[in-house]
């Protein structure tokens, strides 16, 4: 299948990160399917403007709904003969210290940061390993590498995606299926640039770069593990925090 032809399928595809990330694949000659939460009109409607000229289409997912999850691979499959590349970037938080939190806010994280790993990565990856070609990209996080006050939920859940990143990958390498994880850092998202400024500024304090990530700059290192020819990295994490986290 010629590289213009691939697939893809970016869950979380309309938040910050999510749009960065549609727009750079389609941008490398992908079809792209945006699969976020539907309900909101003015906020697809902005995504949509957003994308406008690309080959970027939205669907409507609850990643937590394990049925929901297996619908969407069909109907791509069906629709574009393959589902090529997955990147699994829906998260929520629901920060509060553990001593405070109460278990509706534990499983919520799990469901959609953790769950909806599983749900969309055991329904896809078995046509990707059918047809000899498949990439899967996990949106990890900084703080799932270090920890954060308040995100035991958060931090467990994005290092426990890791953890399936590397399992998933050994069963899938001869396939010719790679299976990686991207950790980014602060970025100016919506979530972050709602901070206070004090905090904000606390926050790139701390950054050796001296600032915040864009979006896009996440989204070059998923575009880079899309590509055909990284079919060589599988079972990694790529930090993208500007120095915040540094290790061997």
Same mark, same amino acid.
């Not at 750079?24 to 003015?42: K, M, S, T």
């Not at 691979?73 to 970037?89: F, K, S, Y």
């Not at 590498?145 to 399936?164: L, P, R, V």
């Given at each position: ?18 749009? $960065?990330? /549609?727009?750079?694949?389609? !941008?490398?000659? !992908? ?8 309900? &909101?009109?003015? !906020?697809?409607?902005?995504?949509? %403007?957003?994308? =406008?000229?690309?080959? @970027? ?12 999850? $297996? ?16 990147? #699994? ?9 553990? =001593?405070?939190?109460?278990?509706? %806010?534990?499983?919520?994280?799990? &469901? ?9 990565? =055991?329904? $896809? ?5 059918? !047809? ?5 990209? #996990? ?11 308040? %995100?035991? &939920? ?25 299976? #990686? ?5 602060? /970025? ?8 206070? %400024? ?23 290192? @998923? ?9 060589? @990295?599988?079972?990694? #994490?790529?930090? @993208? ?8």
């Amino acid at each position: 299948m010629p590289l213009d032809k691939r697939t893809a399928v970016v869950t979380g595809g309309i938040g910050g990160l999510g749009t $960065a990330i /549609c727009t750079a694949l389609a !941008r490398a000659g !992908r079809h792209v399917i945006a699969a976020d939460l539907g309900g &909101n009109a003015e !906020r697809i409607a902005r995504f949509e %403007q957003d994308v =406008r000229g690309l080959d @970027v289409r939205f669907a409507a997912l609850d990643v937590s709904d394990f049925e929901a999850c $297996a619908a969407l691979v069909r109907e791509v499959e069906t629709r574009h003969g393959a589902l090529d590349i997955l990147v #699994n970037a829906a998260g929520i938080t629901r920060d509060v210290t553990l =001593r405070k939190m109460e278990t509706v %806010q534990w499983e919520a994280v799990m &469901n959609v940061n953790l769950d909806g790993v599983f749900h969309m990565c =055991r329904h $896809a990856v078995e046509g990707m390993a059918t !047809r000899g070609f498949g990439r899967i990209i #996990n949106i990890s996080s900084v703080n799932g590498q270090t920890g954060q006050f308040g %995100q035991t &939920n958060y931090s467990a859940a994005k290092a426990g995606m890791h953890g399936f990143t590397m399992a998933l990958a050994r069963e899938v390498a001869r396939k010719g299926v790679t299976v #990686n994880s991207v950790s980014p850092g602060y /970025c100016e998202t919506a979530l972050v640039t709602a901070m206070p %400024q004090a905090i904000r500024d606390g926050i790139v304090a701390q950054v050796p770069v001296g600032r915040l990530g864009r979006p896009d700059e996440i989204a070059r290192a @998923v575009q880079f593990l899309a590509a055909d020819d990284a079919g060589f @990295v599988t079972g990694a #994490n790529l930090p @993208v925090n500007g120095g915040l986290f540094m290790s061997f």
